[in-house]
C-alpha cells in the first residue's frame, strides 16, 4: 500500500507539504506520474505547475537522484528492498470546485490535483493520512481506515475530495438505502428545512427513474464564498460546489442557481461517473481523452438536471420554460453548428472547449447538447418511450457493470425503443451533421403545448446591422450582414444612429484609423430574442413532466 502523508505547517504560505511512503520489495525502476487533467474538465490543467522541492529519499534516509521524465512525470531507481519516501511541496491557492486551498480557515484538497500515481500499481490501494487540530471539521469522500482515508486504487483517490475547516456545517437526509449529506463552507443565508426539502425531492425523483442510487453514502460539499463565483465538479461518492457571494443566497434567483448545479451534480452520479463512453474509461490523467461523447455527458446532464427540477416540482412550469429560453438565447447567437456538428465539437473540448474560442468555430456541447436533448427526448415521447427511459436503460447496460460505451452503441439504446422513428435522420442531422436544432425546437415544442416566437432585438445595431457590442466595443458581427465587410471585431463604436433608410456608424479601429461609414437598413433582421411560452396542457406534456 502507499501511503501520503499530508500536513500545513504555515497555511498562510499555501503550500501543501507533502510525502508519498513507496514500499519495494525488489530493485526496480520506479515512474511517478502526477496528473495532467481532472475528471469533469476537458482541459489540461499542467497541476506540476504547482509543485516544487521534489525529493526522494531510500529506505537509509539518503537523497538519491531522481529523472525528470516528462514535464508531469519523474523516475528514480529503486536499488534495495525498502520503503522510499517521495517528499514535495504542493501550492494550494486555487478556489474552484475541482482545485486545492488552503488558508487559516479551510483546507481543501481535490486528490487529483497534488497526489502522484505509481505507475504500473493499478490495483493497488492507496492510503492518505491528514491530521490537523487547527481544523477539527473534516469532510472526506474516501473511506475510513484506522489511521486515515482508504482509497483501493489510484481512479479512486483521483475522484476524492477533502475538507477541513475550523467551522463546517452538516445537514443530512436519506432516500431509500442511502444518506444524503449536505456539508457547508461560508455563510447560510437561506433555510435549512426548505433546502432539505428540495434536495430530498429531486433526490427521490431522479433515483425513481434511475431504479437505484449507485452509493450507500453520498456528500455535497458546498464552499459558499464571499465574492462572485459558480462552479461545480462531479464525483462518484459526492460533488464539490463553489457559489458566491453567499450573502446573495437568500435571493430566490441565486438559490435556484445553487439547487440547479446540484440537480445536475447528482445527475453526473449516474451519467459520466459510472455511465461513461469507453475513450475515458479508466481515465488516463497523463495526457488528453478524446471522446465525441460531450453532449452526452455535459448536454444530456444539463436537460435533465433542471428537468428533474420541475418534475420534483421545485421548478414551476414557466419557471421551466425560462430556463430553456435562456438557453435557446444563448445558443441563437452563435452559429457554431454550421461549421462543427456536436460530434466534432465534443471531440474538440480539449482545444478551445472553455474558451470562447473564434467566431462561429464550434458548438457549446452544454447549451446545444441540452437543447439535442430536449428534441430528443420529445421524439421518444411521441413513440412511446423518453430520454430517462434511454439513460436507465444505459445505466444497466453500461453503468451498473462499469463498461464503457461507443457512440453508436449508445445511439442503438435509441433506435431500439423507437423502431417507428426516424432516429437516423435525427443523428444525421443534429449530432453528426450541421443543421439548427432552433429550427426543429420551434416546430416540435408544439407538441408539448408550447410555442417558440420570435422578437426583434432590442439593440438597435445588432437588430438591423447583425453588430453586437458590449461596453462601446464589437463583439460578433453576422457574416450574412454587410457590416461583415467593413467592421471588425475589437472597433470601437464612438456613434450610431439610424437616418432615413441608413444605418451611420463612427468607429475607432485598433490601429488608430477613424472611419465614418454608412449602410442601407435592409428588410433582414439578426439576432432575434426568443420566447417560450405555455399555450396549452397536452397528453404528451403530462407524460413529460411526471
Known sequence: MFEFHISTPNPCSQFLEIEL?????????ISLQLPAWRAGRYQLANYAQNLRNLTIQNPQGETINSLKTSKDCWEFAASTPGTYKVKYKYYAAKMDAGSCWVDDQQV???????????????????????????YPKTICTLEKSDSGYLANDFQSLADS??????????????????????????????????????????TETQIRDFGEFPEKEYHFIF?????????????????????????????????ADLIGVSSHELYHSWN???????????????????????????????????????KSEYFTLEEYLLEIEKIINRVSMNFGWKNSSILESSFDLWLDG?????????????????????????????HGSSL????????????????????????????????????????????????SIIDLLKTMVSELGFELTEKENDSELTNLLGVVESEKKIKKIHSESPAYYQLMVGDQ??????????????IKRINGLELKLSFPVQKERFYPSYKLVVIQETELQKTWRA
Not at 122 to 131: E, G, R
Not at 279 to 302: H, M, Q, V
Not at 404 to 420: A, C, D, I, P, T
Not at 493 to 506: A, F, Q, T
Request: hydrophobic share 35%.
Open 21 to 29: 511512503s513507496i514500499p519495494i520489495s525488489y530493485s526496480t525502476k
Open 108 to 134: 481543501y484538497i481535490n486528490f487529483v490535483n497534488c497526489c502522484f500515481e505509481v505507475k504500473g500499481a493499478l490495483n493497488l490501494p492507496y492510503q492518505v493520512l491528514f491530521i490537523d487540530k487547527n
Open 161 to 202: 475530495t477533502l475538507l477541513a475547516a475550523k467551522k463546517l456545517t452538516n445537514w443530512k437526509y436519506g432516500v431509500n438505502e442511502t444518506d444524503f449529506h449536505i456539508w457547508i463552507h461560508g455563510e447560510v443565508a437561506f433555510s435549512k428545512g426548505d433546502f432539505l426539502k428540495v434536495f430530498q425531492k429531486f
Open 223 to 255: 464552499q459558499l464564498l464571499p465574492y462572485k463565483h459558480y462552479h461545480g465538479v462531479e464525483h462518484r461518492k459526492g460533488t464539490v460546489i463553489t457559489y458566491g457571494p453567499a450573502e446573495k443566497l437568500s435571493d430566490k434567483e441565486a438559490l
Open 272 to 310: 459520466v461517473c459510472r455511465i461513461r463512453p469507453i475513450e475515458i474509461n479508466p481515465y488516463d490523467f497523463s495526457k488528453e481523452n478524446y471522446t465525441d461523447a460531450g453532449w452526452i455527458l455535459e448536454g444530456i446532464t444539463t436537460y435533465m438536471g433542471d428537468l428533474y427540477l420541475l
Open 354 to 382: 472553455y474558451q470562447e474560442g473564434i467566431p462561429d468555430r464550434k458548438q457549446n456541447i452544454y447549451a446545444n447538447g441540452c437543447l439535442i436533448a430536449l428534441a430528443l427526448d420529445i421524439s421518444l415521447l411521441n
Open 388 to 435: 430517462s427511459e434511454i439513460m436507465k436503460i444505459a445505466w444497466l447496460k453500461f453503468g451498473l457493470p462499469q463498461k464503457g460505451y461507443r457512440q453508436y452503441s449508445f445511439w442503438k439504446l435509441v433506435e431500439r425503443v423507437s423502431k417507428n422513428w426516424d432516429s437516423k435522420s435525427f443523428f444525421s442531422k443534429y449530432i453528426s451533421g450541421n443543421h
Open 493 to 506: 463604436v464612438l456613434e450610431h444612429g439610424v437616418s432615413g433608410s441608413k444605418i451611420n456608424l463612427s
